[in-house]
């Protein structure tokens, strides 16, 4: 039995999601292999990506320096990633495959590295096969990928988290977002972020992709540095480092981490235990951090909360009236900004 489009986006929105957009397969054609589709499945049709917004009010507390529970738990890679969408897109695919089509939930991985390892079948691709869900989402006609690669969307600009389905049901693809529609690159994100991780324009480094006859490009980020700041290696970025390292004097836009380097250095340091003993008496090498993580339910915790590739993005999106979603109490960065210094004295 044949369900139409209309359908399963009317489903999606009545299940709770926020966004809905459809796929055609041939859209993939130039994805790596370890980044296709058909890579998960091979007779998949249709990529169906959908979000679910981020709380606008979810980072009030790190702009303001005083409570980052609320965006872990709520926002970042806490409730919203690992049940609010989930569990409405485990329903949705159901929904189809009572129709009979094979639905595949996709949960947006995003691995650090890709391991050497064989195919498990000849002519496949070797495992662990993960979208580019950013791209996916592009395909899908949900929206683009800004300058700072976090993707954006007309409805809520950067404020959303995206997941798939992958289905061999053929579906008509969406209509894509053009280019420049909604980033228009102004450069918000390269003087809010306190990593100095996105390059500016004029530096002329950048990552194009082209889909049918558009093409879209963002900044070639540094993610080093971009890790380094997120997960709590610098110490003008997160409140905890100085309580149990005042000797830390890290300040990541002048590092030149790998990304790999950054992640090992930064869950290590923060999620990691040691013996108890007066001076720590927690047990924990970062304390705050490690209740951060604790948190963050599927595990992550987030520390520099987007300050300038999603709060510096959406706040100036909001202004100009380039999103639908606007708020009447006016700007989100409502006082001056932050930033701690980078060397304490110990006392």
Known sequence: MKISKEKI???????????????SIERFKDAPENMHPAGIFPEAKTVIVVGKRILRGGWRGIEEGTN????????????????????????????????????????????????????????QPSPDVNLAIRIAATCAGLGEIGWSKVFLTKKFGPRQRIHAIITDMEIEPDELVKPGTICIKCMRCVEGCPSKAIPHIKENKKIQIKIENNQYEWADIH???????????????SPFIHKDFPGWNIDASKQDFSEEAAYKFCWTLST?????????????????????????EGGSYGICGSRGCMRSCFDYLEQRKNVEQTFKTGKFIKR???ILPYKVSRK
């Open 9 to 23: 986006r009317e489903q999606g929105y009545r299940l709770g999601l926020d966004l809905i957009g459809f796929a």
């Open 68 to 123: 980052w529970i609320s965006y872990t738990y709520f926002d970042y890679h806490g409730l919203l990633n690992t049940f609010f969408i989930p569990e409405p897109l485990y329903q949705l695919a159901c929904f189809i495959e009572d129709y009979g089509y094979e639905a595949v939930p996709y949960y947006p991985g995003v691995p650090e590295t890709h391991m050497s390892v064989k195919p498990l079948r000849k002519g």
């Open 223 to 237: 993610f080093g540095r971009c890790t380094l700041s997120y997960h709590g290696g610098d110490s003008r970025i």
């Open 272 to 296: 990691g235990r040691w013996r108890k003993t007066n001076e720590f008496p927690s047990g924990y090498i970062i304390e705050g951090h490690a209740m951060l993580q604790k948190w963050g």
């Open 336 to 338: 001056k900004r932050w």
